[in-house]
Structure formats: C-alpha cells, structure tokens
Nanobody, 119 residues
Framework: QVQVQESGGGLVQAGGSLSVSCVAS????????MGWYRQAPGKQRELVAT???????TYVDSVKGRFTISRDNDKNTIYLQMNSLKPEDTAVYYC?????????????WGQGTQVTVSS
C-alpha cells in the first residue's frame, strides 16, 4: 500500500505566502519525479512544478520567481513554498509521485489541499 498525503494550504491574502508539503509512504522501493498540480473551479488540472530525484526543477511560467519546489529524498517528501500569492493561484493543489512498485513505475496522487488567495 502506498499513500501520498498533502498538508498545509489554507487561506491567505494576496501578496502573502503559504507552503504545502507532500509525503509518500508505504512500501516504496524508489521514487522518480514528484510534483505539484493544481485545479481551479471550472478549469483543467495544470502542472505547477516538478522536481526530479536529483533535484532538477521545472515550473509553469505563471509561478516562476514566486514558487519554489524542494525535496527531501530521505523523507520521501516534497515542499512547495508559494510567495507573492495572487487570487488566480486559488485552487486545489495535488501532489503527484512516480513510484516504483512491483518492478513498474506507477503514478500516485494525493487527495488535494485547498489554497485560497483573497484579493
């Protein structure tokens, strides 16, 4: 059994900061890429940021310079530090992990955590 669990999030005013974290637990042999996605009401889920096991990162253009993704491989955990938040960042943020189980790489998702930015 593998679980991916987000924590953090909440309500913040525009211009403020917030952080979310995600931990993968269970029978995990290895984790490849991990990342954050978000889905706003009425919109499709979009990639926010990803990080490889080696620490290489990618960001969607709209968050570059404001969000920082980081990773602790020993703890199977990633973090997303969000600064200078805007109302358009309001969404449910989902954690994704590519995990090796039974000799196959499989995609796992958390249940999501709400981030609300008020104007």
């Amino acid at each position: 059994q593998v679980q991916v669990q987000e924590s953090g999030g909440g309500l913040v005013q525009a211009g403020g900061s917030l952080s979310v974290s995600c931990v993968a637990s269970g029978k995990i042999f290895s984790i490849n890429d991990m990342g954050w996605y978000r889905q706003a009401p009425g919109k499709q889920r979009e990639l926010v940021a990803t990080i490889t096991k080696a620490g290489s990162t990618t960001y969607v253009d709209s968050v570059k310079g404001r969000f920082t993704i980081s990773r602790d491989n020993d703890k199977n955990t990633i973090y997303l530090q969000m600064n200078s938040l805007k109302p358009e960042d309001t969404a449910v943020y989902y954690c994704h992990a590519e995990i090796l189980r039974a000799l196959k790489w499989r995609d796992y998702w958390g249940q999501g955590t709400q981030v609300t930015v008020s104007s």
